[in-house]
């Protein structure tokens, strides 16, 4: 079943979250004739956007965003605009596109497919939507990405115009454009958006206010495109971190860190590679160099293997990573941590039958990891397996009852089955469990769920005001 919203939904759903936040919010324009004005120009900040009739008859399964390009009005590239600052847009972009029904792609994995891809074929989006196994892509560009400082008076600002295509046709599904804003430095901190956590404390207050206007950039586009579908949540692979490379230097050389290992003992030699790995002393390819003399150093050793395969998952190698997973289970059978690793790897490449016996071995060795269970559930509802996943769900909400994640994949297996009023039960459930968890995020993902379960003539009692009444509450700890 599929769920539409309409101009007016979009805007009921923008409010609450801009309310949320404490700020006054853009004005939302459908150009209508796909042809988006160009917000850079426009002094009251509309978010200009076109969902096209593509998009309406036959709505994609699955959205992967490629990496954008960053260049100025005239086409040519910004110096001013580096890689990472479109790195950020491109992640912040995928944080709030996560949670709608649709299916996603990691952004390591997109990034791992493409290395792999002849430079020639990397705009064959064709090939490219086959290799991901993914119906539609989005393409962008980073127009404007800084801030500016006149004496007391302070702007930030991030712009971006991107385009949802059909990856086999190129046909146009979605398009929008916005430049967000922030003057004065007192932008505030709207606690909806950051659905994944995604500031570093540790970055200072003018990146700080960066993010959190690349935040509402992504935030403001992201609910211009309809959300299709009730589905299961999938829980991701690999961490979405924001932090720019420019924090992540090391003080001492890769070729220093390697050339003083030689002097020490094999123990540890291998003790002082984890060590800079743990400490994030190296990055991009030195990590690559680090990882490789782990494993040189190391190729016996079940916890080095095992570090190896979840550096290789962070970087979209599933298949390179089962290899290293199976020799660390060679070498200790009984890493429960090990055994869903592989699990979770086995769902990415569609063993879904050797996923199974994976994550019961895991369970097995740890029946009390409410993690294990959500991945069984997940693993089930893929199968179609409805009973089982809802017994695995179940006992990870036995023993931990905030779990938000099982509660609202309870709540779409039910749909799934047409029982709406467990589903609008469970799904209601599931949004107080984020709002005590603090995943905004899904709280509104979960608030627009049940209005549409309302709009089906489900009984919902008060739960819908009383989620928002909780969601408006937020803004006094935001």
Not at 184 to 206: E, H, K, Q, R
Not at 389 to 394: E, G, H, R, V
Not at 396 to 424: C, H, I, K, R
Not at 434 to 459: C, N
Request: hydrophobic share 40%; net charge negative.
């Amino acid at each position: 079943m599929f769920r539409w919203f309409k101009l007016s939904n979009l805007v009921i759903l923008s409010a609450t979250a801009l309310a949320v936040s404490g700020c006054i919010g853009p004005s939302y324009l459908d150009t209508k004739n796909g042809d988006p004005k160009d917000s850079a120009s426009n002094p009251f900040g509309e978010v200009s956007y076109h969902v096209y009739d593509s998009y309406t008859n036959e709505p994609p399964n699955c959205v992967a965003i490629l990496p954008f390009t960053h260049s100025v009005k005239n086409g040519t590239s910004s110096t001013k605009i580096t890689l990472d600052n479109v790195e950020v847009v491109r992640k912040a972009l995928y944080a709030h596109l996560a949670p709608q029904g649709k299916k996603d792609v990691e952004l390591p994995r997109i990034d791992f497919v493409l290395e792999n891809i002849p430079k020639s074929q990397r705009q064959n989006y064709a090939l490219i939507g086959k290799k991901l196994d993914c119906d539609a892509l989005i393409i962008g560009n980073v127009s404007a990405f800084g801030s500016q400082y006149i004496g007391v008076y302070s702007k930030v600002s991030v712009g971006a115009q991107m385009r949802m295509i059909r990856a086999s046709t190129g046909e146009p599904l979605w398009e929008g454009n916005h430049l967000a804003e922030s003057h004065g430095g007192s932008f505030p901190l709207s606690p909806i958006g950051l659905a994944t956590g995604i500031l570093d404390a540790a970055m200072n207050v003018d990146e700080e206010q960066t993010f959190r206007v690349v935040d509402d950039l992504a935030r403001r586009l992201v609910h211009t495109i309809p959300d299709n579908r009730i589905a299961i949540l999938d829980d991701p692979m690999a961490p979405l971190k924001m932090a720019n490379r420019a924090n992540q230097t090391s003080r001492q050389s890769i070729e220093d860190f390697l050339r003083g290992l030689t002097y020490k003992p094999q123990g540890e030699q291998k003790d002082a590679i984890i060590k800079a790995i743990t400490d994030e002393m190296f990055h991009g390819h030195d990590l690559k160099r680090i990882y490789n003399a782990l494993i040189e150093t190391a190729p016996n050793d079940a916890f080095a293997n095992g570090l190896y395969a979840n550096h290789l998952v962070k970087n979209g190698d599933y298949f390179n990573a089962a290899k290293y997973v199976n020799t660390s289970l060679a070498l200790n059978a009984n890493d429960d941590a090990m055994h869903f690793l592989k699990g979770r790897i086995q769902i990415q490449l569609n063993n879904l039958s050797g996923a199974d016996a994976s994550i019961l071995k895991a369970i097995t060795l740890k029946p009390t990891s409410t993690k294990y269970l959500n991945g069984l559930g997940f693993l089930n509802s893929l199968r179609g397996h409805n009973d089982r996943a809802l017994a695995a769900y179940q006992m990870a909400v036995d023993l931990e009852p905030s779990n938000g994640y099982a509660l609202y994949n309870m709540g779409v297996t039910f749909y799934n089955t047409e029982d709406l009023q467990a589903a609008s039960d469970y799904i209601s459930k599931a949004a107080h469990a984020y709002l005590q968890t603090g995943d905004y995020g899904q709280a509104v993902k979960a608030l627009a769920d049940l209005k549409e379960l309302k709009a089906l003539g489900v009984q919902t009692n008060n739960e819908i005001s009383k989620i928002e009444h909780l969601l408006l509450a937020v803004q006094g700890t935001g």
